[in-house]
């Protein structure tokens, strides 16, 4: 007759099989780690109305207070896209001075495809 086997020889494949689980859970937590996907960046609409007037987010902004108000809409969303929507009667003027702004407060910026209706 053989003699029993210590306990801790019997608990060795139990061993075995709770660390490979382990490892291999660790493994696919560090694989998913790498898939982070960011959130959607968000738009903000600037509007250049037909008498040169702009709109922040449907919040009407004087040309004084643009820069101002593009600054603090930055502040709390920094990867926010400024959509430019120009209406087809405002003034290049303001529209130039709608994009340097925008450009002077390092914003992301694209243009609406649909203008301002009159």
């Keep these: 007759m053989t003699p029993p086997l210590p306990s801790a020889c019997q608990?060795?494949?139990?061993?075995?099989?709770?660390?490979?689980?382990?490892a291999l859970l660790l493994a696919c937590l560090v694989a998913l780690g790498g898939c982070y996907m960011p959130r959607p960046a968000g738009r903000v609409l600037l509007?250049?109305?037909?008498?040169?007037?702009?709109?922040?987010a449907g919040k009407p902004v004087a040309a004084?207070?643009?820069?101002?108000?593009l600054q603090a809409e930055q502040a709390t969303a920094p990867a926010s896209l400024i959509?430019?929507?120009?209406?087809?009667?405002?003034?290049?003027?303001?529209?130039?001075q709608a994009v340097r702004t925008a450009r002077a407060v390092h914003a992301r910026i694209a243009f609406a495809e649909d203008a301002l209706p009159n």
């Design 11 to 22: 608990s060795l494949p139990r061993r075995t099989l709770v660390c490979g689980l382990s």
């Design 47 to 56: 509007q250049v109305s037909a008498n040169g007037s702009y709109v922040l």
């Design 64 to 69: 004084a207070d643009l820069q101002a108000a």
């Design 83 to 96: 959509e430019i929507q120009v209406s087809p009667q405002a003034g290049a003027g303001a529209f130039q």
